[in-house]
């Protein structure tokens, strides 16, 4: 904490990836001049195809050096995935992530596939073939990267609200549930329903720009770092 106060006082402004960090620092020290700016800055691009009938199996994405995503798996394998299974007997949750501990490693079974580490290439292909991706942190705080970049790679996201803690307007393009009876309903629903998955994705391109496009980034370092307004009104004269 004395590192990091003695850094803020010396650089002009403190960025973080969202609202909720920028409230707890200035609940500290309101003097200290800082803003959220978006995780990524992305370009825009076409999304992947997702075609429903030919996917299959939910995904999650995390390394296990964190204890959130050592907690979030067991959770969801032993309260989650058996109400999944009920209704979706020859489901399959492949858990992609490095440094995975006896206690994750364990849970390979019938219906859970632990991958471990998976280069891009080989994540970008687990990511077209399956058909929801799953994000049930129970504790853990900041933006979460892999919750972005399911949207990035255009799959249904179901997670918890801690999941999703920090991201703008998340209740547009994700499905949110704390509890495990609900979250495997979530999931049922949209395993089951194309229309309600894409009746999420479709938003997808829009929100992503909105808040994580290149140009948002760019317009708030403009803002803080750039010529005056009257200089750049001038240079475009």
Known sequence: KKRE?????????????SKVEVEEVRSKNPLIRTRAIPLYALPSENMPLYNFDSRSGLLFVGGF???????AMIWFVHEI?????????DITLYIVGSNAPPSIQILDGPNVEVLGFLSDEELAIRFSSIKIAVVPLRFGAGVKGKVIESVQQNVPIISTSIG?????EWDQVIEVSDDAKEFAKKIIQLYKNPLK??????????????????????????EDFGPPEKDICSAAN
Do not use: C, T
């Open 5 to 17: 106060q003695s850094i803020f006082e010396r650089v002009d402004i403190v960025y973080y990836p």
């Open 65 to 71: 050096n964190h204890p959130p995503n050592v907690d």
């Open 81 to 89: 995935l058996p109400q999944v299974l009920v209704e979706i007997p």
């Open 164 to 168: 999703v803690e920090g991201i703008p």
């Open 197 to 222: 998955s894409m009746n999420l994705m479709e938003k997808y391109p829009r929100w992503l720009m909105s808040h994580f496009g290149k140009e948002v980034a760019k317009q708030i370092l403009l």
